[in-house]
């Protein structure tokens, strides 16, 4: 193999890493790969492994503007049509008293942690069918992972 070779299977080798998978791997490498050992990391072990990564939190504080027309990020009261998320991490669910809350959400009986805050920004209505959040939800578990590694700060 020559160096010419050797460097650009590198780059593949280096970009692979960088897209997270081993589809830009020549065939000879990703071959070699040890196939992984467990499931992928969730949006919540994701955020609670990054949660101190400054570039991480910066991109959920931008993904926030979802939630900012209706939640304030600092504890006040009755300003805005949802509840305020500031100290939202393992304060149990529905329980402002400034707030409105659903039905629903009235009758639940958990804590707000990693794992609840995961399911419900993906869809709301998944954790607590009829909610009256009417946010549809984030797909993608990195943008979920990293506004929850934001919402760790408040």
Same mark, same amino acid.
């Given at each position: 193999?020559?160096?010419?070779?050797?460097?650009?299977?590198?780059?593949?080798?280096?970009?692979?890493?960088?897209?997270?998978?081993?589809?830009?791997?020549?065939?000879?490498?990703?071959?070699? @790969?040890?196939?992984?050992?467990?499931?992928?990391?969730?949006?919540?072990?994701?955020? @609670?492994?990054?949660?101190?990564?400054?570039?991480? *939190?910066?991109?959920? =504080?931008?993904?926030?503007?979802?939630?900012?027309?209706?939640?304030?990020?600092?504890?006040? +009261?009755?300003? =805005?049509?949802?509840?305020?998320?500031?100290?939202?991490?393992?304060?149990?669910?529905? *329980?402002?008293?400034? +707030?409105?809350? +659903?039905?629903?959400?009235?009758?639940?009986?958990?804590?707000?942690?990693?794992? =609840?805050?995961? %399911?419900?920004? @993906?869809?709301?209505?998944?954790? %607590?069918?009829?909610? +009256?959040?009417?946010?549809?939800?984030?797909?993608?578990?990195?943008?979920?992972?990293?506004?929850?590694?934001?919402?760790?700060?408040?």
């Amino acid at each position: 193999m020559n160096s010419t070779t050797r460097t650009i299977i590198a780059a593949g080798a280096v970009g692979a890493v960088l897209l997270g998978g081993t589809a830009a791997l020549p065939l000879t490498l990703a071959a070699q @790969q040890a196939p992984p050992t467990q499931d992928p990391p969730s949006a919540r072990d994701t955020a @609670q492994a990054a949660s101190a990564n400054p570039r991480l *939190i910066a991109r959920g =504080k931008r993904l926030y503007i979802f939630c900012q027309a209706c939640h304030a990020a600092e504890a006040v +009261s009755g300003s =805005k049509i949802g509840p305020n998320l500031a100290g939202i991490f393992n304060r149990q669910a529905a *329980i402002l008293e400034d +707030s409105v809350y +659903s039905d629903a959400l009235k009758g639940q009986d958990f804590v707000w942690d990693e794992e =609840k805050l995961d %399911v419900w920004l @993906q869809r709301p209505a998944n954790l %607590v069918p009829g909610t +009256s959040m009417v946010f549809a939800g984030l797909p993608r578990e990195e943008n979920r992972a990293a506004l929850i590694a934001y919402l760790k700060t408040l």
